[in-house]
């Protein structure tokens, strides 16, 4: 199916200011409060997160992020003199309703561009659809089969698993450790980010000596730990997973008094971590983060610096709670789709795809984002920042 979306309605939304729908519902329908008050003149931009359900302290800073941010583009003038109306679903993390929130955007709201895809799950699933619909669309998720091979019409604003992994043995391979246990979840996250260190480890010289997975959905992973405790000669443990379960595992290691190296993956990037799993537990955990946990940290000159303290300010503001890591990749995927408006003057999807990936230069809170033909994350290892949590703080390895 290919449809070229004109320039769509402006919908003054009220409540969340969004079209959301209930986790819950087998068959998913908007609030019938989404369309009231339509105006004419304005740009449509989509996005289906996962507001609730197992990942909602991935997609609930997300949501928030677009509705503070369209509201303060619109305030300003909108883009190029035209309104942005945002049509926001809540997946719950549920890749069948992704889906279909996704074919609703398209072929229902009449959207120029998406953005979402809070899981590796979800964004699967919105991926085939904007794909064939040659609509836009940015992700919030991390799997390196996002973009890989590229897709005309994809692009995302997390670091890849894979990176993780190599920044992750990095750092190993820099505290002269070689023998590692790795326990990672069974979700398309977890699942991914172990199969990307699998591949990768040898390049380091390390070796992984014991190799554990659990479901996400498990409430303890003591026997896993247990074993992965017992393999010979083993010096840090590594584990690949997002969600709740990897701090249940952190819990789990402090439990045990494992007392090696522990490592977590940027899926898990976030101060909600540390409140789960626990700061005495927490404590010493290091993992590959973004600027926007350490921006306090930030030096002079950092070109992350401005955007970071601009987007931290405004969303602590209006919501009192602390940013993070997730809320930032929504906050970068909604700098990188109207600066492609604005630069390309049209509000065509074709056009903004073009603007998208002739994108080069621009500083998020995440990273600095240069797109091309054959890169569609736009980002290199320069933007992860090694951290570690100390006395219940994120903290930059040194």
Same mark, same amino acid.
């Given at each position: 199916?290919?449809?070229?979306?004109?320039?769509?309605?402006?919908?003054?939304?009220?409540?969340?200011?969004?079209?959301?729908?209930?986790?819950?519902?087998? $068959?998913?329908?908007?609030?019938?409060?989404?369309?009231?008050?339509?105006?004419?003149?304005?740009?449509?931009?989509?996005?289906?997160?996962?507001?609730?359900?197992?990942?909602?302290?991935?997609?609930?800073?997300?949501?928030?992020?677009?509705?503070?941010?369209?509201?303060?583009?619109?305030?300003?003038?909108?883009?190029?003199?035209? /309104?942005?109306?945002?049509?926001?679903? !809540?997946?719950?993390?549920?890749?069948? /309703?992704?889906?279909?929130?996704? $074919?609703?955007?398209?072929?229902?709201?009449?959207?120029?561009?998406?953005?979402?895809?809070?899981?590796?799950?979800?964004?699967?699933?919105?991926?085939?659809?904007?794909? !064939?619909?040659?609509?836009?669309?940015?992700?919030?998720?991390?799997?390196?089969?996002?973009? *890989?091979?590229?897709?005309?019409? $994809?692009?995302?604003?997390?670091?890849?698993?894979?990176?993780?992994?190599?920044?992750?043995?990095?750092?190993?391979?820099?505290?002269?450790?070689?023998?590692?246990?790795?326990?990672?979840?069974?979700?398309?996250?977890?699942?991914?980010?172990?199969?990307?260190?699998?591949?990768?480890?040898?390049?380091?010289?390390?070796?992984?000596?014991?190799?554990?997975?659990? !479901?996400?959905?498990?409430?303890?992973?003591?026997?896993?730990?247990?074993?992965?405790?017992?393999?010979?000669?083993?010096?840090?443990?590594?584990?690949?997973?997002?969600?709740?379960?990897?701090?249940?595992?952190?819990?789990?290691?402090? *439990?045990?008094?494992?007392?090696?190296?522990?490592?977590?993956?940027?899926?898990?990037?976030?101060?909600?971590?540390?409140?789960?799993?626990?700061?005495?537990?927490?404590?010493?955990?290091?993992?590959?983060?973004?600027?926007?946990?350490?921006?306090?940290?930030?030096?002079?000159? !950092?070109?992350?610096?401005?955007?970071?303290?601009?987007?931290?300010?405004?969303?602590?503001?209006?919501?009192?709670?602390?940013?993070?890591?997730?809320?930032?990749?929504?906050?970068?995927?909604?700098?990188?789709?109207?600066?492609?408006?604005?630069?390309?003057?049209?509000? /065509?999807?074709?056009?903004?795809?073009?603007?998208?990936?002739?994108?080069? #230069?621009?500083?998020?809170?995440?990273?600095?984002?240069?797109?091309?033909?054959?890169?569609?994350?736009?980002? #290199? *290892?320069?933007?992860?920042?090694?951290?570690?949590?100390?006395?219940?703080?994120?903290?930059?390895?040194?």
């Amino acid at each position: 199916m290919k449809r070229v979306i004109a320039i769509a309605v402006f919908a003054a939304m009220v409540g969340l200011g969004c079209a959301r729908t209930s986790s819950d519902d087998a $068959t998913p329908t908007p609030d019938k409060t989404a369309s009231a008050k339509i105006s004419s003149g304005g740009i449509k931009i989509g996005a289906s997160v996962s507001a609730t359900g197992p990942a909602a302290f991935l997609g609930d800073p997300e949501a928030k992020t677009l509705q503070m941010l369209v509201d303060e583009l619109n305030a300003a003038g909108g883009i190029n003199g035209e /309104k942005i109306s945002l049509v926001l679903y !809540d997946d719950g993390g549920d890749p069948n /309703k992704a889906r279909t929130f996704a $074919t609703r955007l398209v072929e229902n709201d009449g959207v120029v561009a998406i953005i979402g895809g809070t899981t590796t799950g979800t964004t699967m699933s919105i991926l085939a659809v904007a794909e !064939d619909a040659e609509v836009p669309f940015v992700s919030l998720a991390g799997a390196i089969d996002i973009i *890989q091979p590229v897709k005309k019409f $994809t692009f995302k604003t997390p670091h890849t698993d894979r990176m993780a992994c190599q920044k992750i043995f990095e750092d190993i391979k820099t505290r002269g450790f070689t023998k590692i246990g790795m326990i990672s979840g069974t979700d398309g996250f977890g699942a991914s980010m172990r199969a990307q260190c699998k591949s990768v480890v040898g390049d380091y010289g390390i070796e992984i000596v014991a190799d554990e997975t659990y !479901d996400p959905k498990d409430a303890d992973m003591t026997a896993q730990l247990t074993k992965i405790k017992g393999a010979p000669g083993i010096q840090a443990v590594l584990n690949p997973g997002f969600g709740q379960g990897p701090s249940i595992v952190t819990r789990n290691y402090k *439990q045990l008094a494992i007392g090696l190296p522990f490592y977590q993956s940027h899926g898990v990037a976030s101060d909600g971590f540390i409140e789960l799993a626990g700061a005495p537990a927490a404590e010493g955990v290091r993992l590959p983060g973004t600027a926007l946990l350490v921006a306090d940290l930030l030096q002079n000159g !950092d070109p992350q610096k401005a955007p970071v303290a601009t987007y931290k300010a405004a969303f602590e503001a209006k919501y009192a709670i602390p940013v993070s890591t997730f809320g930032g990749y929504a906050n970068d995927a909604f700098l990188i789709t109207t600066d492609a408006i604005k630069r390309a003057g049209s509000a /065509k999807p074709a056009a903004i795809r073009d603007a998208i990936e002739a994108t080069s #230069n621009l500083a998020g809170t995440t990273g600095v984002y240069s797109f091309g033909p054959t890169d569609h994350l736009g980002l #290199n *290892q320069s933007a992860f920042r090694m951290l570690e949590i100390k006395n219940g703080k994120w903290t930059l390895v040194e």
